[in-house]
């Protein structure tokens, strides 16, 4: 066997493995990266590259629809082969040259092939075992569920990656599952030209503000909500039966019930840890002594953008550990994601979308919070009249009173994204409501919904 030594091994060169050798490069150590599909993981070629990239031109279609002036100009419908060939340059024609290259360039070591750790601090690749002098981080990544479902997996349903790399429309498109996923592929789906039936158990959006949900299902033509699929069959079509007896045909099958870890086969019996479980993992994103877990494999938030957050935490502290540093680890510290707990920003890219950062009223409540919430109507604010005729949309502001703080806040309506990150600027930094009233917004921006808020919440006199 060929033996290699590195200061840090990376088994997985996803969005987060990437960064997270990069950021331990930056600081001075050596690092290779095991990958055993693309160099730039989920993310860049099945999940929110590929997938936003299917959203993006018909949210600019029906934003011209709302504007008139604008909607004259529209002579046809979407041009789906233009949809498609947008989706596959941005998934790099699922080729990884440019960042393997990227790799190449910032000094990290690649090694091709499947990674499992071969005892503490070892790690074996196609026959080839690298020891690590400091740290190995496992940065895995997540599989697509699949429920157990009479039928289900003999009838190849699509999970996001079919879904997210289609190279056609189904006529009839079924989803099961009614989160982050679902919503966002039966919106892409349905403006592509599907007719979609989403089977959403638990509703839409569950874990977000109830009325989130309920506008993302009104935008949607056939929401099922409550239905449980109890058996799928397959001969040139799909054939769903319901628990209610219900039965449903369509062309393609879609289930989209949130990930499993990948963690089965990465040699975890082998240092006394239990394959097929999601890692956890202290602030720093340290298993034990030697071993980390980063990203959607420790479970805390499945998101790229917080996992290369974790990514810049972990790999800074493992620099620190090996220079024989302080380890800076309490909340808000250099070296802790302290914001995985507090205020994790999302963007369902639905047509409304849907931005939130931070608790839901609900959650703040569960966790103990005295809060008050204020919603505000979208459709009320100026700027957003003037950003499309007929407007519709809502935000909430989730306080907590005993510290005057916003600990959540959620915007529904069209192009809301882009507004998110006041949001998150505002709970990360704890503004105090009284110093909020000095951050004006722009007139006439959707952002003047800000002003609308505090003055529903009102001032202390
Ligand atoms: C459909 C969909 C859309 C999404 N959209 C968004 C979005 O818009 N915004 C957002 O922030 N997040 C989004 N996400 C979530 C995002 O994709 C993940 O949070 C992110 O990819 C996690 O990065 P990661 O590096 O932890 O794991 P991954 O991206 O899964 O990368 C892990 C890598 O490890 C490799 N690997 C696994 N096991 C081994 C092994 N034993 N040896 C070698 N290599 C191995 C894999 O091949 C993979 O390349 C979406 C997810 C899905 C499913
Ligand atoms: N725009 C984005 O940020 C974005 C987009 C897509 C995915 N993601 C990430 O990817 C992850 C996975 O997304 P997802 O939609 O698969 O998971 P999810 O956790 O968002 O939603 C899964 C849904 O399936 C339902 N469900 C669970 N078991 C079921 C069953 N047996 N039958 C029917 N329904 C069932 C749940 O109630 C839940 O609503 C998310 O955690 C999300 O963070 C993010």
Redesign the pocket.
Known sequence: MENAEYDVVVIGAGPVGENLADRVVQGGLTAAVVERELVGGECSYWACMPTKALLRSSSALRAARNLPGAREAITGGIDVAAVLKRRDDFAANWLDDGQAAWLDKAGIALYRGHGRLHGEREVEVDGTLLTARHAVVIATGSSALL?DIEGLRAARPWTSREAAAATTIPARLAI???????S?MATAFERLGSTVTVLA??GVL?QAEPFAGHRVARSLRDVRAGAEVVSVGRDDTVHLTLADGTRLEADELLV????TPNTMDVGLESVGLEPGRWLSVDGTMRVNDWLYAAGDVNHRA??THQGKYQARAAGDAIVARARGEVVADGPWGRHAATADERAVP????TDPEVASVGLTAAAAEAAGMRIRVVDHDLAAVAGSALHADGYEGQARMVVDEDRRVIVGFTLVGPDVSELLHAATIAVVGEVPLDRLWHAVPAFPTVSEVWLRLLEGYGRRP
């Open positions: 429920p099961i599952g009614g989160g982050v996923v679902a966002e158990r638990d569950p989209a019930i949130g990930r499945l998101l999302q963007v369902v890219f």
